[in-house]
């Protein structure tokens, strides 16, 4: 399983959207409809799926699946 699938694994577990139906443009809150505790779980689990420390700051600016994945690849190429 690619590491986008797995994301989108992940993902899909606080929505309706299955992991194939999701688009890099998707909006977690309004495509999604992430509640602010849906958001804050889901990075907690990211963190502990893929061993990366999520600066809360940096979590909160994360609007879309593309810029979750991209920042997600980001701290893995940190660690």
């Known amino acids: 399983m690619t590491q986008e699938m797995q994301f989108k ?3 899909a577990q606080y929505c309706e959207v299955e992991p194939e139906n999701m688009k890099g443009d998707m909006r977690f ?4 409809e992430f509640t602010s505790l849906d958001f ?3 990075f907690g689990e990211l963190e502990d799926t893929f061993d990366v ?3 809360e700051e940096e979590a909160l600016q994360v609007r879309t699946i593309a ?3 991209a920042l997600l690849e ?3 190429e940190e660690a």
């Open 53 to 55: 420390e999520l600066e």
């Open 74 to 76: 980001k701290l893995q």
């Open 40 to 42: 804050m779980s889901f």
């Open 29 to 32: 809150r309004e495509d999604l």
């Open 9 to 11: 694994k992940i993902v």
């Open 67 to 69: 810029e979750a994945l």
